[in-house]
T-cell receptor
Framework: GENVEQHPSTLSVQEGDSAVIKCTYS??????FPWYKQELGKGPQLIID?????GEKKDQRIAVTLNKTAKHFSLHITETQPEDSAVYFC?????????????FGKGTHLIIQP | NAGVTQTPKFQVLKTGQSMTLQCAQD?????MSWYRQDPGMGLRLIHY???????DQGEVPNGYNVSRSTTEDFPLRLLSAAPSQTSVYFC????????????FGPGTRLTVL
């Protein structure tokens, strides 16, 4: 089955700096890669996703890049703000993210230092 | 729309007790899933359903049962709770057809003593 590795487990950055979280996956058939943000006491919320037919996607301060050859994808957050502090999860799916399809990384605790 | 709702928010059980975690969605999603979240383990799939009357096992199904009698509801049953089932449980739903986005509920924190 699919295996998703996520690094680092904890990331502390100064407010205004950039943050990068990296994930690798094992199943070359995976074609859908979402990123979720989880705030304390809440369920995960999708913040951005990318499909295997594109290499990069941006949404304001957030971007995701995908390297299918190397089987890794990354989340980039620029101009970090205090509200970006949360746990971030990457995931991969070979079925487009259907009910059975998401394999999650173990999460990155992002801390924004004022 | 309320989205995905879960009840209860918190629950404490004794070993051997049974209970049902409720999950409902009002988005007419065909796909629904149950995950458990443990410290340092991410989210692991317990059971999932691709439509009413259809369920299947995920990565960690042992000790849990599910049923899907309606599109809206997907309850998770613990028949005989064990301390290893202490966790936070999340229900999620999504459209069929590979659209991908899974919408998560707020979670149920379960402690088994």
């Amino acid at each position: 089955g699919e295996n998703v590795e996520q690094h680092p487990s904890t990331l502390s950055v100064q407010e205004g700096d950039s943050a990068v979280i990296k994930c690798t996956y094992s199943d070359s058939a995976s074609n859908y890669f979402p990123w979720y943000k989880q705030e304390l006491g809440k369920g995960p919320q999708l913040i951005i996703d990318i499909r295997s037919n594109v290499g990069e996607k941006k949404d304001q301060r957030i971007a995701v890049t995908l390297n299918k050859t190397a089987k890794h994808f990354s989340l980039h957050i620029t101009e970090t703000q205090p509200e970006d502090s949360a746990v971030y999860f990457c995931a991969a799916s070979s079925t487009g993210g259907g009910a059975d399809g998401l394999t999650f990384g173990k999460g990155t605790h992002l801390i924004i230092q004022p | 729309n309320a989205g995905v709702t879960q009840t209860p928010k918190f629950q404490v059980l004794k070993t051997g007790q049974s209970m049902t975690l409720q999950c409902a969605q009002d988005m007419n999603h065909e796909y629904m899933s149950w995950y458990r979240q443990d410290p340092g383990m991410g989210l692991r799939l317990i059971h999932y359903s691709v439509g009413a009357g259809i369920t299947d096992q995920g990565e960690v199904p042992n000790g849990y049962n599910v049923s899907r009698s309606t599109t809206e509801d997907f309850p998770l049953r613990l028949l005989s709770a064990a301390p290893s089932q202490t966790s936070v449980y999340f229900c999620a739903s999504s459209y069929s057809g590979g659209a991908g986005t899974q919408y998560f509920g707020p979670g149920t924190r379960l402690t088994v003593l």
